[in-house]
């Protein structure tokens, strides 16, 4: 192949790359748990904080979980529709374990940015951040 071509070529190759889009920025975000959270006396418990996302394209939730500090065990606490804009929201979730096994007093909070990723038909999971903060549930 003659030098002339072959230069030709890898030009035209470096400016498909130069001319290519960028590849979508990678899901991104930041969750934080506030200190405290609440306890009814029927066991209801609200837990909240703020959030902020990037890179949203299917559903995105605040996910969050409690349990003692002590235990292994973890009770779901509801889940609030995420807008991933960038700027900083605030989340709040309440639920009802099962079982009554929290009351008011030290707790371990995680809470989780997460979206449901549909390109493929099948929706995935995409975790754009996660935070587990101790925290304090007081009777409300």
């Known amino acids: 192949m ?3 071509a072959a230069l030709g070529t890898t030009a035209a190759a470096a400016l498909l790359l130069v001319a290519a889009p960028a590849a979508p920025a990678a899901p991104s975000g930041t969750v934080t748990v506030d200190a405290t959270g ?3 006396t029927d066991g209801t418990v609200t837990l909240s904080g703020t959030y902020r996302c990037t890179g949203g394209k299917g559903p995105v939730f605040v996910s969050s979980s409690v349990g003692k500090p002590s235990s292994g065990l973890r009770h779901g606490i509801g889940g609030t529709r995420a807008v991933c804009d960038g700027l900083e929201h605030r989340w709040q ?8 096994s929290l009351e008011a007093g030290a707790a371990s909070v995680e809470a989780t940015i997460m979206e449901l990723d549909t390109s493929g038909g099948l929706p995935l999971p995409v975790f754009h951040a996660a935070h587990q903060q101790d925290v304090t549930l007081v009777a409300g």
């Open 38 to 40: 609440t306890i009814t």
């Open 93 to 100: 979730n309440t639920g009802k374990p099962s079982a009554r």
């Open 2 to 4: 003659p030098v002339r």
